[in-house]
């Protein structure tokens, strides 16, 4: 079945730097690809997707790219900001979706 | 507003008692599925449903029921055979596709005490 790995567990950045998360995924049949913000004690909220037809897409201060051959996608987060805490989740979905384990994002003021 | 309602928010249950969870959305959704969520972990799939009257187990079925009698309610049973039931439980929904959103609820915290 599909594994999803998710690097780093925790990212501490500076307010207005740039947050970069990683993740890597195993079935190749996996062709969608959210990405889901959650802050505590509240249900995940998707923040951006990427479908495997397309290697990049950007919404404002958030973009996703998507390396099918390396089997790899990434979230990129700018000019970071304090309401940007929170832990992001990444999943593959192809026949159920499969999250990774999260990473705990920081944004130091 | 539409969305995915979850109760209770929070519940504390005794050793050995059953205790359900409710989910109800009122999106027209068709799949609806429960995940488990522990500290440190992603989200594990426990039981999802594609349509009225039928469900499937997840990855970690055991010691957990559900039912779908009806298309806007999916609720979840913790029994006494779920070995270690204290964690965060999230109910979500999608229109049918794999490919799209899944919308999730608040969250219920289950502690056995």
């Known amino acids: 079945g599909e594994n999803v790995e998710q690097h780093p567990s925790t990212l501490s950045v500076q307010e207005g730097d740039s947050a970069v998360i990683k993740c890597t995924y195993s079935d190749s049949a996996s062709n969608y690809f959210p990405w889901y913000k959650q802050e505590l004690g509240k249900g995940p909220q998707l923040i951006i997707d990427?479908?495997?037809?397309?290697g990049e897409k950007k919404d404002q201060r958030i973009a996703v790219t998507l390396n099918k051959t390396a089997k790899h996608f990434s979230l990129h987060i700018t000019e970071t900001q304090p309401e940007d805490s929170a832990v992001y989740f990444c999943?593959?979905?192809?026949?159920?979706?499969?999250f990774g384990p999260g990473t705990r994002l920081s944004a130091l003021p | 507003d539409g969305g995915i309602t979850q109760s209770p928010k929070y519940l504390f249950r005794k050793e050995g008692q059953n205790v359900t969870l409710s989910c109800e959305q009122n999106?027209?959704?068709?799949?609806m599925y429960w995940y488990r969520q522990d500290p440190g972990q992603g989200l594990r799939l426990i039981y999802y449903?594609?349509?009225?009257?039928?469900?499937q187990k997840g990855d970690i079925a055991e010691g957990y029921s559900v039912s779908r009698e009806k298309k806007e309610s999916f609720p979840l049973t913790v029994t006494s055979a779920q070995k270690n039931p204290t964690a965060f439980y999230l109910c979500?929904?999608?229109?049918?596709?794999?490919?799209?959103?899944?919308?999730f609820g608040e969250g219920s915290r289950l502690t056995v005490l």
């Open positions: 449903s594609q349509i009225v009257n039928d469900f």
């Open positions: 999106l027209n959704h068709d799949a």
């Open positions: 979500a929904s999608t229109a049918g596709s794999n490919t799209g959103e899944l919308f």
């Open positions: 999943a593959a979905s192809g026949q159920n979706f499969v």
């Open positions: 990427i479908r495997s037809n397309v």
